[in-house]
């Protein structure tokens, strides 16, 4: 299963009395246009993208399969990297649709069973996107592709390539284009009869809206999101290879793309915060509009706590399963996790008491 210790959603409001079951919990907070804005400009966006570099990526792969070679080979690593990026900013919004559906766990299942992905390529099996879509999470997404195009050292050559592989890889890529796709649709039209996503956050507050019955309880989930994910780095994505110092339990650890799958997710706090989506090109009004206004030290000083956290996490020598045995590189992961820590302390106390108060 996908290595998460993501919070439950009362654990970031310790600033209130405490988790309960009283609606009225954050109702102080009223501002409809940063709940839209967040819906429009951040998840939908950034989900959107997600979709479109889906579509790329299964044309890289479909052009791989039709004729290897290290130049096509390297085009769909580069297509699998930038795909990872609106999907690890996207974990700072890791609610609603991406939860509930199972799509988190279809795409970004790790760290990956070999034995049993060798065995899928043992098999006789017709290696559909059908096929692959009915495997266990452990057997496809992002990082069964990754094993594929990289190998266990990273070096694989296109040369190694078999005819199985090619179509396992294909077949990834489609269902990926697939659970994009649907993920994107959840919040904009709905999928299978559900209601639009959007509507039901950006109507929090109204009558009837028993998922966000005020405002604050959408504002509520948005500091959830940005809590949970730098818990999740911190203490998951980092800590968990890191104690162990064990290279298998790294993410993204044959495309060495680990420290950036890491900095995206703080990038996707920051996103969260301000209402914006760099990679997607949209800015809107964020919670950094409502905290400036009342707290302007505090946005401040949140915004260079996350500059801090991405900078310490760009200055852990790469590659990062390299890193976890690595002696001399221990202090700069070490204060990586405290710079994200510092983060996360700040979103559960002083951000969310300025927010709902």
């Known amino acids: 299963m996908r290595k998460s210790i993501f919070l439950p959603l009362c654990a970031v ?31 939908i966006p950034t989900y959107q993208l997600l979709a479109q570099r889906a579509q790329a990526l299964d044309a890289a792969i479909a052009a791989l399969a039709a004729t290897p070679s290290q130049a096509s080979l390297t085009a769909a690593r580069q297509a699998w990297v930038a795909t990872r990026v609106p999907w690890e900013q996207s974990e700072a ?6 939860s509930a559906s199972g799509y988190d766990p279809a795409m970004d299942s790790w760290p990956v069973n070999r034995t049993d992905l060798d065995a899928v390529l043992a098999s006789g099996n017709a290696l559909t996107q059908a096929y692959v879509s009915a495997l266990p999470e452990e057997q496809k997404g992002f990082h069964t592709l990754e094993y594929l ?42 999928v299978r009869g559900a209601t639009p996503y959007r509507t ?33 780095v911190a203490n998951g994505k980092i800590a968990d290879p890191y104690d162990a110092h064990d290279p298998q339990k790294v993410e993204s650890q044959f495309s060495y ?45 949140l915004r260079a706590e ?4 991405i900078d310490a996490i760009g200055a852990i020598p790469a590659p990062f399963r390299t890193a976890i045995t690595t002696p001399s590189s221990y202090p700069a992961i070490e204060a990586a996790q405290a710079a994200i820590r510092e983060v996360q302390e700040t979103i559960d106390g002083e951000l969310t008491r300025v927010v709902l108060q």
């Open 13 to 43: 409001t310790l600033a209130l009395s405490a988790c309960s079951d009283d609606d009225s919990a954050g109702a102080a907070f009223d501002d409809r246009e940063i709940i839209t804005d967040y819906a429009d400009r951040v998840v």
């Open 93 to 98: 919004h890791l609610f609603g649709p991406v």
């Open 149 to 190: 195009l990289w190998g266990e050292s990273s070096d694989k050559p296109a040369a190694a390539l078999t005819a199985r592989e090619l179509a396992y890889a294909r077949a990834l890529a489609a269902e990926l284009v697939t659970v994009t796709g649907e993920l994107a649709t959840s919040w904009t039209a709905g």
């Open 200 to 232: 039901v956050f950006v109507d929090a507050g109204l009558a009837g809206n028993t998922a966000y019955p005020s405002q604050g309880a959408a504002a509520q989930e948005i500091l959830g999101g940005m809590s949970g994910i730098c818990d999740e």
């Open 257 to 301: 793309n680990s420290l950036s799958d890491f900095a995206d997710n703080l990038r996707g706090v920051l996103n969260a915060y301000t209402g914006d989506a760099q990679a997607a090109g949209t800015t809107g009004r964020g919670l950094a509009d409502f905290v400036a206004a009342r707290a302007p030290e505090l946005d401040a000083r």
């Open 306 to 309: 996350l500059q801090a956290a």
